[in-house]
């Protein structure tokens, strides 16, 4: 998958996707694609979520989409108040459409569909409440 398989068309939908998610939960999502990793998946993941402030959430509840391209790295981050709620492989399925899509070419689908699954996991451990806020921005952020 090139940087580029994602369409601005493809974006929209999947900004769009997040803001469906974030109606649901108080938790807040991002979309972060560049094209390699250079270091290993997790510890990347791990930056480029304290880069974006994801760690600032009033809960602690952000959730990280780490996609790299060219390598074909693909990981979910959920920060510590969802992990201290959830059991250990609360995101694997979420993992398994995302990758299962990748691998058919269908990256946006992919994106979407994970996307809304874990809005729908999300809302179990924090539903969204009426004074909830956006902390974060929903556009896909790129390395």
Sequence with gaps: MSINLITSEDEKEIVSAIQEAEKNTSGEIRVHIEKECKEDVFSRAKNVFEFLKMHETELKNGVLFYVSTQDHHFYILGDKGINDVVEK????????????????????????????????????????QKDDINELSDEISRG
Excluded: C, M
């Excluded at 990748?102 to 179990?124: D, P, R, S, T």
């Design 89 to 128: 492989d609360f995101w694997e399925s979420t993992k398994e459409i995302v990758i299962s899509n990748f691998k058919n070419g269908n990256y946006k689908e992919g994106l979407v569909e994970g996307i809304l699954k874990a809005g729908e996991q999300l809302k179990k451990f924090f539903p969204y």
